[in-house]
C-alpha cells in the first residue's frame, strides 16, 4: 500500500498530531537530529536516545500538532509528559507501521530493547534472520 502523503494521529487527553510520512530523505533528517541531539556518541545512554529521537520524530515529521502544544514546552521535570510522550510516538508508531509496514529497530535487533517509538528502524532486507 503507498502511504499518504501526511496522516493524522488522535491521542485521549492530549490531540490531534498530523505528521508527514516518512520516506528515505526523512530518515536522514531524523538520524541527524539524533545526532545533533546525541553529540555523535557511537552508543548514547537509552534515555538520552529515546530522548532523540523522540524530538527527532517532532522535529522531522510533524506537521501540526494541537492547540497550544510544543515539544520544547513540555516541562521535562513533570513525569506525566514521559508517558504522554510515550502516547504520541506510540500512537504514531502504530498508524506508520499500517503503510510502511512493522519492523525491528535498530536498538531491538542489537538485543537493547527498543520501543514501538524508536525512529531508527532497520530496512526489510537487513532484518536479522530475513535472507
Request: no cysteine.
Amino acid at each position: 500500500m503507498k502511504p499518504p502523503k501526511k496522516f493524522h494521529v488522535d491521542v485521549d487527553g492530549v490531540g490531534r498530531f498530523v505528521f508527514k510520512w516518512r520516506d528515505m530523505a526523512a530518515q536522514i533528517d531524523i538520524e541527524n537530529v539524533i545526532s545533533r541531539y546525541t553529540g555523535g556518541q557511537v552508543k548514547p545512554s537509552p534515555n538520552l536516545y529515546w530522548l532523540a529521537s523522540t524530538a527527532a520524530l517532532f522535529e522531522v515529521l510533524m506537521i501540526e500538532g494541537p492547540d497550544g502544544w510544543s515539544f520544547n514546552a513540555l516541562n521535562p521535570k513533570n513525569p506525566a509528559v514521559y508517558a504522554q510522550l510515550q502516547a504520541i510516538t506510540g500512537a504514531h508508531s502504530t498508524t506508520e507501521d499500517t503503510f510502511l509496514g512493522a519492523v525491528p529497530t535498530v536498538a531491538a535487533a542489537a538485543g537493547e530493547g527498543g520501543s514501538a517509538g524508536d525512529a531508527v528502524r532497520i530496512p526489510s532486507p537487513l532484518q536479522p534472520g530475513t535472507d
